[in-house]
C-alpha cells in the first residue's frame, strides 16, 4: 500500500541550529514529493518539491529537502532555525501515476525555542 | 490578489442544519479540492473536480455534495450536520492538465463548529 509516514510527532530545536524533518515514503512508479506548511489558524502553503533531477531541492524561506532513493525518504531540512518557523509540517506523495491525489502524511509540529 | 477564497471563515451551527461553504480561485487552475482537517490535525481528502468533472469521491457521507459551476469555483453542501462533522475545511487548486507534478494552494479554511 502506499504510505506516507512522518516518525516525529513534534520537534524541538534551539533558534540558530540545524532543523531536519523527516519523511519516508511508498509508493508504485518515479514519486512526487512535497512539502507544506501551516502557521496557526491559516491553510497550507507549499514549501518545495521534487518531481526529477537534482536529489537537493531548494524551497521557500530557506528551507531545502533531500530525495533518497535507496532510503525512501524526503527530509525537511534547514541550516539555521528561527523562531517564525515554528509550525506544523506536512510531507505528501502523488498518488500512484495521478495527476490529482496526493497521500498525506500525519503532520510533524516544529517549534523553535529561543 | 491572487489566491484560492472560502467563505465562510467560520461556521457555528446546530445539528441538523443544512450549511453551505464556498470556494473561489482567480489563479486559473483546472483542479479544485476539498479537504478535511480534524482536531488532531489529519488531512483528509474529500472531493476533487477537474475541469467542472468530479474525478475524487472518497469515502464520505452522502450529506456531503460537492458542486462545480464552473472551473474557477467549488462549493461544498452539507445537510443534515452532525458533531462530528466540527472541523477545518479547506478548498485548494492545482493546474493539472499535461502539467504533472504542480502544487496545489490551499484556502484558508472554513473551521465549523455543530453545537
Known amino acids: 500500500a502506499q504510505s506516507v509516514a512522518q516518525p516525529e510527532d513534534q520537534v524541538n530545536v534551539a533558534e540558530g541550529n540545524p532543523l531536519t524533518v523527516k519523511c519516508t515514503y511508498s509508493v508504485s512508479g518515479n514519486p512526487y514529493l512535497f512539502w507544506y506548511v501551516q502557521y496557526p489558524n491559516r491553510g497550507l502553503q507549499f514549501l518545495l518539491k521534487?518531481?526529477?533531477?537534482d536529489n537537493l531541492v531548494k524551497g521557500s524561506y530557506g528551507f531545502e529537502a533531500e530525495f533518497n532513493k535507496s532510503q525512501t525518504s524526503f527530509h525537511l531540512k534547514k541550516p539555521s532555525a528561527l523562531v517564525s518557523d515554528s509550525a506544523l509540517y506536512f510531507c505528501?506523495?502523488?498518488?500512484?501515476?495521478?495527476?490529482?491525489?496526493?497521500?498525506w502524511g500525519a503532520g510533524t509540529k516544529l517549534i523553535i525555542k529561543p | 490578489d491572487t489566491a484560492v477564497s472560502q467563505t465562510p471563515k467560520y461556521l457555528v451551527t446546530q445539528m441538523g442544519n443544512d450549511k453551505s461553504i464556498k470556494c473561489e480561485q482567480n489563479l486559473g487552475h483546472d483542479t479544485m479540492y476539498w479537504y478535511k482537517q480534524d482536531s488532531k490535525k489529519f488531512l483528509k481528502i474529500m472531493f476533487s473536480y477537474n475541469n467542472k468533472e468530479l474525478i475524487i469521491n472518497e469515502t464520505v457521507p452522502n450529506r456531503f455534495s460537492p458542486k462545480s459551476p464552473d472551473k474557477a469555483h467549488l462549493n461544498l453542501h452539507i445537510n443534515s450536520l452532525e458533531l462530528g462533522d466540527s472541523a477545518v475545511y479547506f478548498c485548494?487548486?492545482?493546474?493539472?492538465?499535461?502539467?504533472?507534478?504542480?502544487?496545489?494552494?490551499f484556502g484558508p479554511g472554513t473551521r465549523l463548529t455543530v453545537t
Open positions: 485548494a487548486s492545482s493546474q493539472t492538465s499535461h502539467i504533472p507534478g504542480n502544487e496545489q494552494y
Open positions: 521534487y518531481i526529477t533531477g
Open positions: 505528501a506523495v502523488r498518488l500512484g501515476h495521478s495527476n490529482y491525489q496526493l497521500i
